[in-house]
């Protein structure tokens, strides 16, 4: 699904959650999504590895039962060889990926 058609499939009053960098989504999906009603809830992570803190079991089991049971699925990748990093920086520049770009090193 492309980043358009994904923007198409939001609904008004819609509630998103981004896991990670929140700006990056606003960035793709430019700011007029907003005058749909569309709340952006940003989730950052690293709390949850901060010393002391015993949600990471609970979201631990969460994500482990989520993938055995089809729920959680992993993000698409596009995967270069290490001789192609222009190739991959040319790819994320035009901004119409999903997922994640990798780029092997080994």
Not at 44 to 53: R, T, V
Not at 83 to 94: G, K, N, P, T
Not at 97 to 102: D, E, P, S
Request: charged letters at 20%; hydrophobic letters at 50%.
């Amino acid at each position: 699904m492309s980043i358009d058609d994904q923007k198409k499939a939001i609904l008004i009053y819609a509630k998103i959650f981004v896991v990670g960098f929140i700006c990056a989504c606003v960035f793709y999906t430019g700011m007029a999504v907003f005058l749909r009603n569309i709340t952006f809830h940003g989730i950052l992570l690293d709390a949850l590895f901060e010393p002391g803190n015993h949600d990471w079991q609970t979201v631990h089991s969460l994500v482990s039962s989520g993938i055995q049971d089809g729920t959680v699925k992993p993000l698409e990748m596009t995967v270069f060889e290490r001789d192609d990093i222009e190739a991959a920086f040319r790819f994320m520049a035009h901004g119409k990926h999903v997922g994640k770009v990798l780029i092997k090193v080994m």
